[in-house]
């Protein structure tokens, strides 16, 4: 019943192990890129502040100790910061986590500790060793040209595999069988539903009548919704599409205040639409032209898709 | 009170808007603390919240209209599915039961790769061996530089042989500086890389085997020509048991993944890719340790113990403790 607005093409559903589906929307190339980047630079900086602590205790043995330690640090650094944090977090790093973004299981099960092994293991060819060529190319087989030549695009190929395909997968994700999703975080806010002032049992009512219901759908109801909500009201608008309403469902109940009409409308409405739900018919749209008028179809309706709630164009375009 | 305010989803949201919001401060708490700073109690109520509040997205989809709801209660189950599903067990328990149950039984599931892997590397050690005695100048072709340590055919006996039982007075420091930088990470690193190759169809991972087989094969003839076979090979395999295994370990995961690549069987290419890329994986992740040990027996024991028998004694220990560790680990635990 949702008609989630932001990026329909990026919705992929698991069916969790209650039977449950859930969508999710898919972290962006240029997200997880953003995520790693803050991740690599937390390594590199631990690194640098790591060497240069050492720095200072090298002079008894000739630096061989502190730079062997130094060394190792940075091996387990490169090679399991990853998988620590993704085992140890519940899928996400802090990189990742600043980004809002999480590691999950593609089919839907638990995130094992051996996918989480599997999918970081193969950084060092996706990254690591293509930023190595691209920084020093001549220690890769200067003397064969087309040896070298094969090995860049091979490696090019490797990294860029997450933008050539549909899911965004990297090696990784292939082989550790994991997908990477937006952790998503949405309020709950204030039900319509109810009345707007807690001190008022009650909210007001106004009578409509089920044949006035009847004339939209619950895209409408829902672009209402996101109207009703919106921050900042913008009192032009509000009129605008309180009268296009009252035109269309032929309101004869006189002058009221914009807010408190749509409130009411919306409240009339969301109750006969749901009502409707569970006997099984929901009406997805509107009816065409108004009350009272044979339905004529109109060559230049616009698509509820492309209104924006709350802006200066009026949602709802009656007849 | 009027019929509209009774609306069945203001109705369900009031009665169900408490369990929502305990599991929101739970979820913070886990996201703050983590799972294991949570209290018994709150632990317990977890999945019970979890449950409710998948129950609550399936009633609000078919009874409410309300998308504000809607999608609050999809992002709050998809964050206590998170929570649930996500990896659940400490690391640490996560390694022991992996070392003593999981990474024995991928490698015992693996034996096939692992018998193509190593005898790509004997194939290597064998061909090393005798290019190169039968014509040294192929040496240089066959070992790099910097693993020669200034040794070719044309070094003479003496100076090969001090290289098998320096006695420079090595300070630890520099032992163990050599240790971490060399005989550890590079040996781990190509270990790795061995499996993140395995993904183009296995056929670098052949390469690479037997690339390595060939350098060890050739500075072997270089030793058998001087008549110090018994002394190289007392040399290479204290950790070289250890080391070699590892290295065909992960040349078997690279195997499995080109395997699942080239010949997907029954199910679809990508879902047979995570599946035998986790065993794959959990394979490498134990050559690490490995590797580790290697580098341990490579980087002291080799250069305080000169006594041939001594080396040969480690050798064959090490040998039998692997075959028993592979073939006897792991095989009563439930899965």
Redesign the interface.
């Known amino acids: 019943m949702i008609a989630s607005a932001e990026h329909p093409g990026r919705r992929r559903e698991i069916v969790t192990p209650e039977g449950v589906p859930l969508a999710f929307t898919l972290a962006s190339p240029a997200e997880r890129a953003m995520a790693f980047l803050l991740d690599a630079a937390l390594i590199i900086a631990v690194t640098i502040l790591l060497a240069l602590l050492l720095y200072g205790a090298t002079d008894q043995d000739g630096g061989g100790l502190s730079s062997a330690f130094a060394l190792l640090v940075m091996f387990f650094l490169r090679n399991f910061y990853f998988t620590w944090f993704e085992i140890s977090w519940q899928g996400s790093t802090p990189g990742k986590r600043v980004i809002g973004l999480r590691v999950i299981d593609r089919r839907g099960g638990v995130l094992s500790a051996d996918a989480v092994f599997a999918r970081n293991l193969t950084r060092e060819i996706e990254f690591f060793m293509p930023l190595l060529l691209l920084m020093f190319p001549e220690i890769f087989d200067p003397d064969a040209p087309v040896r070298h030549l094969f090995t860049i695009l091979w490696m090019l190929a490797l990294a860029a595999l997450p933008l050539l395909n549909r899911d965004h997968l990297r090696v990784g994700d292939l082989v550790g069988g994991t997908l990477v999703v937006h952790a998503p975080k949405t309020k709950l806010l204030r039900d319509l539903g109810t009345a707007a002032d807690p001190k008022r049992d009650e909210p007001p009512e106004f009578g409509f009548t089920p044949a006035q219901l009847d004339m939209y759908g619950v895209r409408e109801l829902q672009v209402l919704e996101d109207l009703l909500r919106t921050r900042r009201h913008e009192a032009r608008t509000m009129r605008d599409v309180a009268e296009r309403i009252q035109h269309k469902i032929a309101w004869s109940g006189g002058k009221l205040k914009p807010r408190d009409f749509l409130d009411a409308f919306y409240r009339a409405q969301r109750a006969r639409l749901e009502h409707e739900l569970l006997l099984g018919k929901a009406r997805e749209r509107k009816r065409e032209g108004r009350l009272g008028q044979p339905d004529t179809p109109r060559r230049d309706d616009r698509q509820p898709d492309d209104q924006q709630p709350g802006s200066q164009q009026p949602d709802d375009q009656g007849t | 009170?009027?019929?509209?305010?009774r609306?069945?989803?203001?109705e369900f949201?009031r009665e169900r808007?408490p369990s929502?919001v305990k599991l929101e401060q739970i979820l913070g708490s886990?996201r703050r603390v983590?799972?294991g700073g949570l209290g018994p109690r709150q632990l317990a109520q977890l999945p019970v919240l979890h449950?409710a509040v998948?129950s609550s997205?399936?009633v609000a989809?078919?009874?409410?209209?309300?998308?504000?709801?809607?999608?609050?209660l999809?992002?709050?189950?998809?964050?206590s599915?998170?929570?649930v599903?996500?990896?659940?067990?400490?690391?640490f328990e996560?390694l022991r039961e992996?070392a003593w149950v999981?990474f024995p039984r991928a490698v015992r599931e693996a034996r096939w790769p692992l018998a193509l892997s190593a005898a790509c590397l004997l194939l290597g050690v064998a061909l090393g061996f005798l290019l190169t005695l039968d014509d040294p100048s192929r040496y240089d072709a066959l070992v790099s530089s910097d693993l020669a340590q200034d040794r070719s055919p044309a070094t003479s006996t003496e100076d090969l042989r001090a290289v098998l039982y320096s006695d420079d007075e090595l300070?630890?420091?520099?032992m163990?500086?050599?240790?971490?930088?060399f005989l550890?990470?590079h040996n781990?690193?190509i270990g790795?890389?061995c499996?993140?190759?395995g993904?183009?169809a296995g056929i670098p991972v052949l390469l690479l085997l037997i690339y390595n087989g060939l350098t060890l094969g050739a500075l072997a003839a270089v030793y058998h020509t001087r008549g110090l076979s018994l002394d190289f090979w007392g040399w290479v395999m204290p950790h070289g048991v250890t080391e070699l295994g590892a290295i065909a370990l992960c040349g078997a995961a690279g195997f499995v993944?080109g395997q699942a690549v080239v010949f997907p069987g029954r199910r679809s290419r990508?879902?047979e890719?995570?599946?035998r890329?986790?065993?794959?994986?959990?394979i490498?992740?134990g050559t690490?340790a490995m590797f580790f040990l290697a580098a341990l027996i490579e980087g002291f024991f080799r250069q305080l113990v000169h006594s041939v028998p001594v080396r040969y004694t480690v050798v064959a220990a090490t040998g039998v403790a692997w075959w028993v560790y592979f073939t006897k680990c792991g095989r009563r635990a439930a899965t």
């Open positions: 009170m009027s019929a509209r305010s609306m069945r989803s203001v949201r808007e929502w886990v983590g799972l449950r998948l997205l399936s989809r078919a009874i409410s209209l309300d998308r504000n709801v809607l999608e609050y999809e992002s709050l189950a998809a964050r599915y998170f929570c599903y996500g990896t659940r067990r400490s690391l996560e992996f999981r300070s630890a420091a520099t163990l500086a050599h240790f971490a930088s550890f990470t781990a690193r790795m890389l499996f993140a190759l993904f183009a993944l990508l879902a890719l995570a599946h890329g986790r065993r794959a994986g959990l490498v992740a690490v």
